[in-house]
Every structure is written in structure tokens, then in C-alpha cells.
């Protein structure tokens, strides 16, 4: 459809025959933000990615943690380099740790022994809405446990991916600030389910509070809403918001596939993406769908 390289800049693979991921292997399953998701609990490997794919020209990607066993966080890891080493996919990934556990720092040592890890996602406790919100909960982004950790990644020289809803930005945008040598990477455009004017107001906001820091960056990706079709029209407004908010050089585009397969096809949501970017330059379509995630990510150049 278009001759632009792609970075997909977040997206997962899972043999669900060989590991154990426990929202995707155990009953019942879990609530999640699109509803039923049976549809996934199925293997989902390189060559499933380059079927979806097909009709783009996906260059490489950036694995992201799927909630492996949080006990042998590091089989992840390794099972990655394996998959990496015989399928050419992925290009680097974001691996998992617990960072308020006491155990953190040799989890990093151990996945920083691997050449493919970027960084660290661990999805901080969560209000389920912006009256709920309750100051330094464990497990949070204001938590000192959990900040402890979040401070021994820069001597490891890892970034953050924050999954978050963006009421609980105010707390990210304190981490930006407290630790600015730390780039944090924030995960399906800050979860704007709440498509109300009210909902976008508020998340509008709490992404500028965040984007005020210069050391936190943006995936435009997971931007379905459950019981809705994944349209240009429906989510044109969220695209263009963000990139204005932190500009060209701090978005990245994303599929998050396969679990935004549950909302859309790869081929709708990239689609949609290439048409809400239509008016821009050929040069800064090219940094949202691939020289940023490249940079931000630390991919090397191919020859």
C-alpha cells in the first residue's frame, strides 16, 4: 500500500503450547479493555506477524513484555533472543521486571546480559477512574518501592514503557521529571477509552502535563474501543492531538498486534494512520512510522 519502511514500534509474539503466559493460558479469563478476548489465546509467531502484515513493508519491531509468569521473567527474554535468532524478528525488545520487588536489580542484570533488550515495562497499579486515584498506592508510580526500582534503570541504561490510564498521569509526569535521564515511553497513546468530550478533555490534559517533559515519548497504538468499529473518523482526532502535543519527533506508530487484531486489522489501522497523516511531509510521516522508533529504541541501521 505504501512504499514508507515500518517500525512497528510495539507488538507481541507467544507459543502458547510451550510457555506459560497466565491472562492467556488460565480460566476464567481476565476483564479487559476489549471485552472478550478468546480470539487471542491462540500461538501467534513471525509467520502469523508476516501474514497480518503482508501488505505493508514492516522493516522490523520492538517486541514488548506479554505478561509472561512473573516468576521466570527471563525465559521470556531468552525464548525472544531464540525466536529473534531463527525468524529475523524482532529487531529489540522490552522486557519484563517487577520494580517494587527486592529482587529487582538482578533481574535487570540478568536481561541486560541479553543484546536485543531496550527496556523495561512493568504496568504500575491503576485506578479504575480519575476519582479513584489514591497517592503513592503500592504498587503505583508514586510508591517508594516501586520508584526504587524505577531508579536503578538508567545505570542499566533502559527505558520505561508506561501502560497507564492518563488519570494517573500527574504521577508520570513527576517520574519524568524526578529522573530525566530515563526516557519513558508511553504505551497506546495513554488509553482514551472514554470517548466522551468529557473523557477527551481530561485525557487531552493529563497528555500535556506529560508531554511538557522532553524525556517522555508516545506510541500511537491500542486506541480500539470495545463494541466499536477501529475507524479513521473515530480516532482521527486522538492521532492528531497526540502528535501535536509532542510533536513529529516524539510519536511512533504501533499495531500492538495481535491484541488490537481483536478491533481492527492491520491492514484498517495502518491505513488509518497513513490517511490522519496524509497532509504532512513525506519526511515527517517517515519519523512517526519509523526513524523515531529506530532512534527512540536504539535499532541498529541495516546495511
Not at 519502511?5 to 497466565?22: G, K, S, T
Not at 497480518?52 to 517486541?63: I, P
Not at 497506546?188 to 506529560?210: C, F, I, N, Y
Not at 508531554?211 to 480516532?235: D, F, L, M, R, Y
Request: a negative charge; charged letters at 20%.
Amino acid at each position: 500500500m505504501t512504499p514508507l519502511p515500518i517500525i512497528d514500534a510495539h507488538q507481541h509474539f507467544w507459543n502458547l503450547e510451550r510457555n506459560y503466559l497466565p491472562w492467556l493460558c488460565d480460566d476464567p479469563m481476565i476483564p479487559f479493555r476489549y471485552g472478550d478476548y478468546s480470539a487471542i489465546r491462540r500461538n501467534y509467531l513471525p509467520k502469523d506477524y508476516r501474514r497480518d502484515t503482508t501488505n505493508y513493508r514492516v522493516v522490523g519491531s520492538v517486541f514488548i513484555e506479554t505478561e509472561w509468569d512473573a516468576n521466570t521473567p527471563i525465559q521470556e527474554t531468552r525464548w525472544v533472543h531464540e525466536l529473534a535468532e531463527r525468524e529475523g524478528l524482532p529487531s529489540v525488545m522490552v522486557a519484563q521486571a517487577r520494580l517494587d520487588q527486592p529482587y529487582v536489580e538482578d533481574v535487570l542484570a540478568a536481561h541486560c546480559a541479553y543484546p536485543l533488550v531496550r527496556g523495561i515495562r512493568h504496568k504500575p497499579r491503576a485506578a479504575p477512574s480519575p476519582n479513584a486515584v489514591e497517592t503513592s498506592a503500592p504498587g503505583s508510580m508514586g510508591d517508594p518501592a516501586w520508584r526504587s526500582g524505577f531508579a536503578r534503570l538508567a545505570a542499566h541504561d533502559l527505558s520505561f514503557d508506561l501502560q497507564s490510564p492518563w488519570w494517573h498521569f500527574h504521577e508520570a509526569a513527576d517520574l519524568a521529571a524526578a529522573y530525566p535521564d530515563t526516557t519513558i515511553i508511553i504505551n497506546h497513546t495513554g488509553l482514551p477509552a472514554d470517548r466522551s468530550e468529557e473523557g477527551l478533555q481530561g485525557w487531552r490534559k493529563a497528555m500535556a502535563q506529560v508531554a511538557h517533559h522532553p524525556n517522555v515519548k508516545v506510541k500511537i497504538s491500542g486506541i480500539g474501543v470495545q463494541g466499536a468499529a477501529w475507524t479513521e473518523e473515530a480516532n482521527r482526532r486522538i492521532v492528531l492531538e497526540t502528535i501535536e502535543l509532542f510533536g513529529v519527533e516524539r510519536c511512533m506508530f504501533a499495531s500492538n498486534f495481535p491484541v488490537d487484531s481483536l478491533v481492527a486489522t492491520f491492514d484498517t489501522i495502518f491505513a488509518g494512520f497513513f490517511e490522519i497523516t496524509s497532509e504532512l511531509t513525506n519526511a515527517e510521516q517517515r519519523l512517526l512510522f519509523h526513524d523515531n522508533a529506530q532512534r527512540i529504541y536504539r535499532i541498529p541501521r541495516k546495511a
